[in-house]
T-cell receptor, first 114, second 113 residues
Framework: DQQVKQNSPSLSVQEGRISILNCDYT??????FLWYKKYPAEGPTFLIS?????DKNEDGRFTVFLNKSAKHLSLHIVPSQPGDSAVYFC?????????????FGTGTSLTVIP | NAGVMQNPRHLVRRRGQEARLRCSPM?????VYWYRQLPEEGLKFMVY????????ESGMPKERFSAEFPKEGPSILRIQQVVRGDSAAYFC???????????FGQGTRLTVV
């Protein structure tokens, strides 16, 4: 039962343009969401998070948007850089009735073309 | 300000041997999570521990796998009598509280031959 879904396995974007990575979730009890970036043979690196009391959180080139009614979040990277090429995972957790884990999507592989 | 430290980075075991994976959380973090990533798959939750306590092991196989997080020392994920299907990358993450950002280690890549 995949409670967090990333339906696009891959995405290619030109350098300098905007990258938009999408994530959907099914459990309405999730109230905390995170994005991680992962390079091959390395551990995931925390990028940015958002709690359900917000609908937007920004950190430099990275912005996460949360649409609770649609159970959808997205990560915007602008401008995209070649070093952003990696696999991006979204994750979700909740304070009650959701278990004790972070639920991860299956990842989207982003390629930024110079 | 060391991050989450996992060792070894690479571990090769023959079928039937035991594998021990270690994880030292970030300083000040008392919550530890173990995840497994099989080739071409996402991160699958295994177990969540706080100091000396297993809080949630719903993702752990019922047999051969165990985890601990003693009062002193690193968290240990132990796999007994390894089989080829145990070959995967095992990641440990830590956080200072539940539902705060979790930081991951570099992972241990287990290969069973």
């Amino acid at each position: 039962d995949q409670q967090v879904k990333q339906n696009s396995p891959s995405l290619s974007v030109q350098e300098g343009r905007i990258s938009i990575l999408n994530c959907d979730y099914t459990n309405s009890m999730f109230d905390y969401f995170l994005w991680y970036k992962k390079y091959p043979a390395e551990g995931p690196t925390f990028l940015i998070s958002i709690s359900s009391i917000k609908d937007k959180n920004e950190d430099g080139r990275f912005t996460v948007f949360l649409n609770k009614s649609a159970k959808h979040l997205s990560l915007h990277i602008v401008p995209s850089q070649p070093g952003d090429s990696a696999v991006y995972f979204c994750a979700a957790s909740g304070t009650s009735n959701t278990g004790n884990q972070f639920y991860f999507g299956t990842g989207t592989s982003l390629t930024v073309i110079p | 300000n060391a991050g989450v430290m996992q060792n070894p980075r690479h571990l090769v075991r023959r079928r039937g041997q035991e594998a021990r994976l270690r994880c030292s959380p970030m300083k000040g973090h008392s919550h530890v999570y173990w995840y497994r990533q099989l080739p071409e798959e996402g991160l699958k939750f295994m177990v969540y521990l706080q100091k000396e306590n297993i809080i949630d092991e719903s993702g752990m196989p019922k047999e051969r796998f165990s985890a601990e997080f003693p009062k002193e020392g690193p968290s240990i994920l132990r796999i007994q009598q390894v089989v080829r299907g145990d070959s995967a990358a095992y990641f440990c993450a830590s956080s200072w509280a539940k539902n705060t950002e979790a930081f991951f280690g570099q992972g241990t890549r287990l290969t069973v031959v």
